[in-house]
């Protein structure tokens, strides 16, 4: 059973370039976390998704940001027109659909420079 | 919103000392308590977690303890070894009404081992 995969791991865009972030979930997943983490600080919640909804989204920045997660394939988050503010690495966690399952397992996250 | 401290922010013991990090949270309805353990460049990794129905989870050297009256847990490591030197994150959550879990983390605890 692979674990949550995200791609790219690295990623170097200049400023006013969109970044695309994937994410698939651990087979069996079908609820996807975005988190992000700046240097030396924790992490932070961005956004909840199920297939094909967005439950959550209280912790995106309202502007150029965005995610999805389609019925076919991996959960995407985009940056439109990146920032220098925007370079952290941005970890995406699954957890299966039972109620009683509060676990959340983290893919190996994508570290974002804008140059 | 919850919100979660942590310390401290580093701490250093000799190999086959104990350890303890602790966390407080402010929001009472908060129910899951989780640790993470984070080494460098990789994801944050699920090593112990507890629901607010228990007062202590022991895993052979990990145990975390929880005061939900006093709204505080924490993680003790006994007989520390190199290899646990890593970036120790807890987090709080609680069930929304949709059923889902967003995850409050502190801002981390950067534990040295030395041999």
């Known amino acids: 059973n692979a674990g949550v995969m995200q791609n790219p791991r690295h990623l170097v865009r200049r400023r006013g370039q969109e970044a695309r972030l994937r994410c698939s979930p651990m087979?069996?997943?079908?609820?996807v976390y975005w988190y992000r983490q700046l240097p030396e600080e924790g992490l932070k919640f961005m956004v909840y998704?199920?297939?094909?909804?967005?439950?959550?989204e209280s912790g995106m920045p309202k502007e150029r940001f965005s995610a999805e997660f389609p019925k076919e394939g991996p959960s995407i988050l985009r940056i439109q027109q990146v920032v220098r503010g925007d370079s952290a690495a941005y970890f995406c966690?699954?957890?299966?659909?039972?109620?009683?399952?509060?676990?959340?397992?983290f893919g190996p996250g994508t570290r974002l420079t804008v140059t | 919103g919850e919100n979660v401290e942590q310390h401290p922010s580093t701490l250093s013991v000799q190999e086959g000392d104990s350890a303890v990090i602790k966390c407080t949270y402010s929001?009472?309805?908060?129910?899951?308590f989780p640790w993470y353990k984070q080494e460098l460049g990789k994801r944050p990794q699920l090593i112990i977690d507890?629901?607010?129905?228990?007062g202590e989870k022991k895993d052979q050297r990990i145990a975390v303890t929880l005061n939900k009256t006093a709204k505080h847990f924490s993680l003790h490591i006994t007989e520390t070894q190199p290899e646990d030197s890593a970036v120790y994150f807890c987090?709080?959550?609680?069930?929304?009404?949709?059923?889902?879990?967003?995850?409050?983390f502190g801002k981390g605890t950067m534990l040295l081992v030395s041999p």
């Open positions: 998704l199920q297939k094909e909804n967005i439950i959550d």
């Open positions: 929001d009472s309805a908060s129910n899951y």
């Open positions: 087979k069996g997943h079908s609820h």
């Open positions: 987090a709080a959550s609680k069930k929304g009404n949709s059923g889902y879990s967003t995850l409050t």
């Open positions: 966690a699954s957890s299966p659909p039972t109620a009683g399952a509060y676990e959340q397992y």
């Open positions: 507890i629901r607010s129905n228990v």
